[in-house]
Each structure stands twice: as structure tokens, then as C-alpha cells.
């Protein structure tokens, strides 16, 4: 487990009382310039305190909400294409394989 | 016309003489001659490409040498148009194919007289607005497309092939950004790996798409050279996509109007008009110099005073450096050259 990389815990006065198997780890690598958001830091590990979560509730924690991160193109989950509107009902579990890409323009 | 210098194509499995032949006959549209463009133009020109119209608004700059691969520091110093300064290295590089350079902007006035006769367009630009205008100019016309965009170590790639069960850019593009809103290579840079490699790319399908290749890919590719990804991703086509699914075509419909539009690498604005507008560069020069610095040539004219610095073109586009927005683009434009 990263630990050096949590960033994020969801529900935290609940924290001190949930065990450790209790929470839910993911892991979150963004590609190219989808890194910006996060520092230039290739991945991003959130905990989470259920053992599944949707697609957007998963952006949400960690700071890509549908109103601010415009750049934010799909998650591809397991090598699934999950875009902004799908991810309101896509289920993510631990063990799920998740990228976050950008839109991109340049050239 | 000698076509030795295309064996080591010929030979290729997926190539042949027959394929050769069907580059020799096609006709391609780039639009955008930057990192992108200028790598997919030298690509298609080496390849025997027959016809190939280029397409861009901008000048050779000297921080485009970086990535830029067909632009020398001469063409900076002389701030050739891009589509000029392609198309003079081009012709050294293969005189037997035809080569039309036109330098525009691209909107919704003139992009349908760009696509229309051409059996392929290949995207080399550098924002998003141009590649919706492209997708639906293509849709309506059923112009087979490829997408291309390059920014820091990522980059992406996609087919648009106007087939029923294909997805088309607004597909997979599932929302317009507003401007301002996304990064550039202004903001977060790029390098000249991932555009060389998304235009190389491009350049494949091309071939792959031009000579009826059965290998044509239908997936979205995304490359991070940094980070050592690569992903093939398969997308859907929409049934409710506002392009391909409803022929609703919201740019293509909107009149072009007066626009100022930053570019990307720089910190200027481009400020061009709807009108056919006819500047003569040299009645302008002899306007201008008495309140500051002027040279021109038939292709461009800069200026430079204390208040501004601007470079304008025989079709009216110009491009004001170092000023705050577009809005002041278009007030200096104003007061410089005439709304």
C-alpha cells in the first residue's frame, strides 16, 4: 500500500473507529496532462469508507467535480471508457484498474 | 515522374504498387501547420501523397524551431507565413506531387470549400473550436477525418470514418469547453516527442485509410511519453451525438462575424474577419510609418511602436503580441487598421 501517496479520507470522525480493513483503497493515474490537477504526480490514492463506489462520487473525491475541471475527459475503468455522464452510474471496486485522461487540443 | 523514390514503400506488405498508386491519385487536406501539421505534411509529401492542401493562419515564430520539424530559424527571421514556409521545404523534398499552401484562418465561412474535394483531412491544429468545426464539416460532407492532439508528455489520437456504426469527434468529445477553461501548451508545454509521435500516427492512418487498407484503426489511442502509457480505447458512436446522430451543426451554422482568438505556444491574439477582406500591405505601410515601426513583404507586414506590436496578412488576420485579451486585440485592430 502507497501510503506515502494518501491524499484524501472521506467521513473523517468516523476515521479513528473504522478498522483498516474497513476502507477501501484506489488508485487513480492520470495521463498526460490530466496531471496538472494533481501536481504533475503520475497517480493519485484515495480511501474511500464503503467497499464500491460510482465514477462520480470517486471524481468528486478527489477534486475533479463536473463544474471546475473542465480538462477532464473519461475514465477508462478496467480498459472501459467511462465518460463524465456514464460515471453518475458506473460502480468502481477495489482491484479496478482506473486511468483519468484529459481532453486534448493541442498540437 | 519517378517512382524509385518510393520503393521501400512498395515493397511493403500493406502498400504495394497498387497502394502506391492510390497515394499518387489522392488528395488531402492538413489543417494546422504547426508541431502536428508539419510532421504530418512532411510524412504524406515523402510518402507521394498527390495533392495536399495546407492550411494555417500563423507564422513561423522562433519558439516554434522546438518542435516545429520543417521550420528553420531563416523562415523565423523572415516570419514566413507556416503554409509558405512548408510548402518551400516540401517542394525540395518532392517536386512531383502538387502543393497548394493557403494562408487562413479556418472558420465557418470558408472550411467547407477546404474539405469538400478532398478525400481525406488530416488534423494538425492546436484548439478545440477548430476540431468541432472540422467534425462537422466533414460529417456533412461524409469527409473521412483524423484527429490529432498533443499536449505536455500526452497525446491522442482517433479515425473519424464516417461509417454507421463509427463514432464521430462529438462522440467521444461528449462536451465543448469553454474557452480559457483547458490547458495549452502556453500554460503546461509540449514536447517534440509526443507531437512527432501523435502526427506519426497520424500519418499511418493516413496511408492505412487512403490505400483501403483493411488495418485502419477504429479505436481512440492515448500516448504519455513521460510515464510510459499507451492505451487503445474503444468508443462508441452516440445515438444522441448532436453531429452524427442529429446533423445539428451548430458551428458550421453560426456566421463567423469579427473574432479575436489567442494561439497557442504564444502569448498573441489573432484577430481575422468573416469578410473577404483584401489588404494592401503596402498602402497600409505607407500609413502606418509615421507612427512607428514598419516593414513588409507581399506575404506580411509587422509593426512596432511604444502602445503595440502586430502582424498583419493580405486577408486582414492579424496577430497583436504581448497584449491583454482579445479584447484589446480587437481595439488596437481598430485603431491601427480599421474594423
Redesign the interface.
Given at each position: 500500500m502507497e501510503s506515502q501517496q494518501r491524499q484524501h479520507t472521506q467521513n473523517t470522525s468516523d476515521y479513528d473507529e473504522k478498522k483498516e480493513e474497513d476502507l477501501m483503497t484506489l488508485k487513480i493515474?492520470m495521463?498526460?496532462?490530466?496531471?496538472?490537477a494533481f501536481g504533475w504526480k503520475?497517480s493519485v490514492t484515495v480511501d474511500v469508507d464503503k467497499d464500491e463506489i460510482t465514477g462520480e462520487d470517486l471524481l468528486s473525491l478527489i477534486g475533479l467535480d463536473r463544474d471546475e475541471a473542465?480538462?477532464f475527459?473519461?475514465l477508462?475503468v478496467n480498459?472501459?471508457?467511462v465518460?463524465?455522464?456514464a460515471a453518475v452510474d458506473f460502480i468502481i471496486k477495489e482491484g479496478d484498474t482506473i486511468?483519468a485522461?484529459?481532453?486534448?487540443?493541442?498540437? | 515522374m519517378n517512382i524509385d523514390r518510393y520503393k521501400k514503400q512498395i515493397i511493403f506488405y500493406g502498400i504495394g504498387e497498387a497502394g502506391q498508386q492510390k497515394l499518387l491519385k489522392s488528395r488531402v487536406t492538413i489543417i494546422?501547420m504547426?508541431?502536428?501539421?508539419s510532421v504530418i505534411a512532411n510524412g504524406l509529401a515523402r510518402a507521394g501523397v498527390g495533392y495536399l492542401r495546407l492550411i494555417d493562419r500563423d507564422y513561423v515564430d522562433w519558439s516554434n524551431l522546438q518542435r516545429q520539424v520543417l521550420f528553420t530559424e531563416e523562415d523565423a527571421k523572415e516570419n514566413l507565413p507556416k503554409v509558405i514556409a512548408t510548402k518551400n521545404h516540401l517542394t525540395e523534398i518532392n517536386s512531383e506531387i502538387e502543393i497548394e499552401a493557403i494562408s487562413s484562418d479556418v472558420n465557418s465561412s470558408n472550411i467547407e470549400g477546404f474539405i469538400q474535394d478532398v478525400d481525406l483531412v488530416v488534423?494538425?491544429?492546436?484548439?478545440?473550436e477548430i476540431?468541432g468545426l472540422i467534425n462537422e464539416a466533414c460529417d456533412k460532407h461524409q469527409v473521412k477525418w483524423i484527429y490529432?492532439?498533443?499536449?505536455?508528455?500526452?497525446?491522442?489520437t482517433m479515425n473519424i470514418l464516417q461509417g454507421e456504426e463509427t463514432p464521430c469527434f462529438r462522440c467521444?468529445?461528449?462536451?465543448l469547453?469553454?474557452e480559457g477553461?483547458?490547458?495549452?501548451?502556453s500554460t503546461?508545454g509540449?514536447t517534440n516527442a509526443i507531437?512527432g509521435i501523435i502526427a506519426s500516427f497520424e500519418v499511418s492512418e493516413a496511408i492505412k485509410i487512403l490505400t483501403d487498407s483493411d488495418a485502419v484503426s477504429t479505436q481512440?489511442l492515448?500516448i504519455?511519453t513521460y510515464?510510459n502509457?499507451i492505451?487503445y480505447?474503444?468508443?462508441?458512436k452516440n445515438p444522441n451525438c448532436p453531429v452524427c446522430g442529429q446533423k445539428q451543426y451548430t458551428q458550421l451554422d453560426s456566421p463567423a462575424g469579427s473574432l479575436s482568438t489567442s494561439l497557442?505556444g504564444t502569448d498573441s491574439w489573432q484577430v481575422a474577419s468573416a469578410a473577404n477582406k483584401k489588404i494592401n500591405l503596402k498602402l497600409l505601410a505607407a500609413r502606418l510609418e509615421n507612427v512607428g515601426d514598419v516593414n513588409y513583404t507581399k506575404f506580411i507586414l509587422s509593426f512596432k511602436n511604444e502602445e503595440v506590436s502586430f502582424k498583419i496578412f493580405p486577408d486582414g488576420r492579424a496577430i497583436f503580441e504581448n497584449v491583454r485579451d482579445g479584447i484589446a486585440a480587437k481595439t488596437a485592430y481598430a485603431e491601427y487598421i480599421g474594423l
Open positions: 493515474i495521463v498526460g496532462s490530466m496531471k496538472n503520475p473542465k480538462m475527459g473519461f477508462l480498459g472501459t471508457k465518460n463524465r455522464e486511468k485522461f484529459p481532453k486534448t487540443f493541442g498540437g | 494546422g504547426g508541431a502536428l501539421g488534423d494538425g491544429t492546436d484548439n478545440f476540431r490529432g492532439g498533443a499536449l505536455a508528455s500526452g497525446g491522442a467521444f468529445m461528449d462536451e469547453p469553454e477553461t483547458y490547458d495549452t501548451c503546461v509540449v507531437t481512440y492515448a504519455d510515464d502509457l492505451d480505447i474503444d468508443v462508441e497557442c
